[in-house]
Every structure is written in C-alpha cells, then in structure tokens.
T-cell receptor, first 112, second 112 residues
C-alpha cells in the first residue's frame, strides 16, 4: 500500500541552526502539506503546497519556514534558524485534489 | 469549516463495539465529516468520511444523523491496538482549502 515516508525519524539540532525535514509523498498525489504537533498539544496545520507553490499557510508558518519540491518525488520543510519552541513532531501529508490526506509517521525535531 | 465537539475520553472493552460520538451542529450542506485517529505520537491515520449516507469500510462504520448535526464512528470489534485519539473533522470535500483543523479529539482506551 502506498505511504508517505519521512526522514529522518528524529533530528536533534542546536538553536540557531538550519534544519531540513524531508518527505516523499504518495506518487500520484498533487497536494502536499506540513503539520506539526508540539508535545501534548493539538496537530496544527502549517502549509499546503500545490503546483509548485504555497496554496495556504498558517500564522505559524513565518519567514523562518520554507517549503520546496526540489524534484519529482521529494517535498521538504526548511527551518532557517531553529528556536527552542520549534521542538515538535512534524508530519508531512499528501492527497489527491480535495480527497483525504495521508500522513507520514513524522520527524521528531528536538532543538537544544 | 464547522466546529466539532467530542467527549475527551471513552473506555471500551476489548472485542466490544466502540461508538464514538461527534457533534457538528453548524455543518453546512457541502461539508463532509472525516474521521482520523492518532496512535501515540504517530502520524494521523485516515479512517473514513461521509456526507449524509452511512458509510462502511474495512476499518469502521460512520453513522450520520438525518439532520447531519451529529455522527458516530463505530469500531465493530475493538482491539487493544485501537487505543488512540480519534478526531472528527468537518470540511468541504474538493474545496480549495484542503487543510484539516484538528481539535483535541476523543482518547479511546480499549481495556483487556
């Protein structure tokens, strides 16, 4: 069964460093998303991406964040200068137009 | 998207049916009801969705009231592996806004 895969499963980084979280969406999907979940809190929408551009973003997704689809298979989330409060699980998801989204297993980002 | 209300927690005996309620009294005519679950800190897992007719798949059944103001997710024979947080989400199917707004969900604890 097709699935969304994310790497790495766990990333530890020092405050101020740049991190790139990687995702391989399901191959025939055209809509891509990033969500995050701070420990003990709700799953929060960050950004959606379609046709090589951001289609929607939340207030959380500020200038420190960027997304990219560098090739035909990968979808990345970059955090330019990490802060302690960026520590969270980051989930990538993908979908066909308007249909249910399928999520990856997440990357646990720990900023120290 | 319409707001949903779910009980914070429920218990169910292993092997019995788990019935998880959701209220969505402000749902509009073009909004679907989606159910996801999250096991521990894994990525949210799609379960089922529906508009107004009852739906069934290999995982669960979804019963939507005639006025569409509430719904029930039914896991027919709950197992210990069904212990998770279950999210009821209302959104437009096929709309330009594809994001999912997660609430706090219902923590279902399946007891042996």
């Amino acid at each position: 069964e097709p699935e969304v895969t994310q790497t790495p499963s766990h990333q530890v980084t020092q405050m101020g460093q740049e991190v790139i979280l990687r995702c391989v969406p399901i191959s025939n999907h055209l809509y891509f998303y990033w969500y995050r979940q701070i420990l003990g809190q709700k799953v929060e929408f960050l950004v959606s991406f379609y046709n090589n551009e951001i289609s929607e973003k939340s207030e959380i997704f500020d200038d420190q964040f960027s997304v990219e689809r560098p090739d035909g298979s990968n979808f990345t989330l970059k955090i330019r200068s990490t802060k302690l409060e960026d520590s969270a699980m980051y989930f990538c998801a993908s979908s066909e137009r308007g249909s249910q989204a399928f999520f990856g297993q997440g990357t646990r980002l720990t900023v120290v | 998207d319409a707001k949903t209300t779910q009980p914070p927690s429920m218990d169910c005996a292993e092997g019995r049916a788990a019935n998880l309620p959701c209220n969505h009294s402000t749902i509009s005519g073009n909004e679907y009801v989606y159910w996801y679950r999250q096991i521990h800190s894994q990525g949210p897992q799609y379960i089922i969705h529906g508009l107004k007719n009852n739906e069934t798949n290999e995982m669960a059944s979804l019963i939507i009231t005639e006025d569409r103001k509430s719904s029930t997710l039914i896991l027919p024979h709950a197992t210990l592996r069904d212990t998770a947080v279950y999210y009821c989400i209302v959104r437009v199917y096929g709309g330009a806004t594809n994001k999912l707004i997660f609430g706090t969900g219902t923590l279902l604890a399946v007891q042996p």
